[in-house]
C-alpha cells in the first residue's frame, strides 16, 4: 500500500504507483490527445486515475510562457466544474504563485512546479502554511532554448545534485519531506541517453530520501528510440513506466491512464 498525505486527507493505492492522468486546457500542448476540459477530466477519473494534473501553460520545447492572468482564465473555471463531479486531488501544473493560490482557493490540491520553486520562492512559504505537498522538477532554461543545451558531464549527478538543493529548501521553509516529490524531468533540457539514464536510476535520486514522479509518457526519447510519431508512443510510454516503477517512482504521470492502470495491475500480480 502506498499513501500520499495531502493538507486534509491522505491518497492511498494497492498498486505499485500512483498514477497521474493529464489534462492541458492549453491549445499547444505537444500531444493534442492531453487538450481538454471537464469532459476529459471526467474520462480519466471513469478510467481510474488517482489524481490528475492540470496545466494551463504549455511546456513543450519551442513553446513560450503565458501571461498568470491568462493562465488563470483557462485554469480556474476546470477546477471549479471538476469540482461539481468529483473531489479527486488536484495537482496544478505552474510556476506562479498568484495562479497556485487562486487554485489552492477553487480546490488544488498539490503544485507541481517546473521551476522547482525558483521562480516564485514565495510559493514555498504557502505550501508549507497550508500543509500541500510540491513536486519539485529539474531543467534548464525554459522551454523556448531548453533543447538547446543538453549537455552535461554527468547528468545523472547534477540533476541529483540540483534537486537535492531545492529540496533543502523547501524543507527549510517547513515543507515536511514526505510532502516532497522529485521529478528529474525528462525531455526538458536532456539528450535521449541522459533521459533514460534518469529512468533507470530514478529511484537513487537523494538517495532515495524523497518520492519520486516520472513522467515519461509520449516522450520524444521514446520517439527516438522506436522511430514512432507522439501519436504512437504508447507501447513505448508503458515500457519506459514499467521500469521506472520497478525502479522506484511512487507515481506517473500519463495521457493514458486506462492503459496505465492495466500495466500497473500487471506489475502488482508480477511482485
Same mark, same amino acid.
Given at each position: 500500500?502506498? &499513501? #500520499? ?6 491518497? *492511498? ?21 492531453? !487538450?481538454?476540459?471537464?469532459? !476529459? /477530466? ?15 501553460? $504549455?511546456? !513543450? ?5 503565458? $501571461?498568470?492572468? &491568462?493562465?488563470?482564465?483557462? #485554469? ?34 498539490? #503544485? ?54 531545492? /529540496?533543502?529548501?523547501?524543507? $527549510? *521553509? ?38 519520486? #514522479?516520472?513522467?515519461? $509518457? ?9 522511430? !514512432? ?10 515500457a519506459a513506466d514499467l521500469l521506472a516503477v520497478q525502479k522506484g517512482a511512487f507515481m506517473i504521470r500519463v495521457h493514458d491512464v486506462k492503459e496505465a492502470v492495466d500495466t500497473m495491475k500487471v506489475l502488482k500480480e508480477l511482485q
Open positions: 500500500m502506498i &499513501e #500520499l498525505k495531502l493538507a486534509s486527507k491522505t491518497i *492511498k493505492s494497492d498498486l505499485p504507483a500512483f498514477i497521474m492522468g493529464i489534462v492541458n486546457a492549453t491549445p499547444d500542448s505537444f500531444f493534442s490527445g492531453s !487538450r481538454g476540459g471537464i469532459e !476529459r /477530466a471526467l474520462q480519466l477519473i471513469e478510467e481510474g486515475a488517482d489524481l490528475l494534473d492540470l496545466g494551463a501553460e $504549455s511546456t !513543450r520545447p519551442g513553446s513560450e510562457y503565458v $501571461s498568470e492572468e &491568462e493562465e488563470i482564465r483557462r #485554469l480556474i473555471p476546470l477546477i471549479k466544474e471538476i469540482r461539481k463531479h468529483s473531489d479527486i486531488p488536484l495537482s496544478i501544473d505552474t510556476r506562479k504563485a498568484a495562479v497556485f493560490k487562486a487554485a489552492v482557493e477553487a480546490g488544488a490540491d498539490i #503544485l507541481n512546479d517546473i521551476s522547482a520553486l525558483e521562480d516564485e520562492p514565495e510559493l514555498a512559504d504557502f505550501c508549507a502554511e497550508n500543509k500541500l505537498p510540491v513536486i519539485l522538477m529539474h531543467k534548464r532554461g525554459n522551454p523556448g532554448t531548453m533543447q538547446k543545451n543538453t549537455e552535461y558531464k554527468d547528468c545523472f549527478s547534477e540533476v541529483n545534485d540540483y534537486l537535492s538543493r531545492r /529540496a533543502d529548501f523547501v524543507l $527549510s *521553509k517547513g515543507i515536511a519531506p514526505e510532502k516532497i516529490i522529485l521529478d528529474p524531468g525528462i525531455g526538458f533540457g536532456k539528450n535521449a541517453a541522459d533521459n533514460f539514464q534518469l529512468i533507470r536510476r530514478c529511484g537513487e535520486l537523494c538517495n532515495g530520501k524523497y518520492k519520486v #514522479l516520472m513522467a515519461l $509518457s509520449r516522450k520524444t526519447c521514446l520517439g527516438e528510440a522506436t522511430g !514512432r510519431p507522439v501519436e504512437e508512443r504508447l507501447a513505448g510510454t508503458l
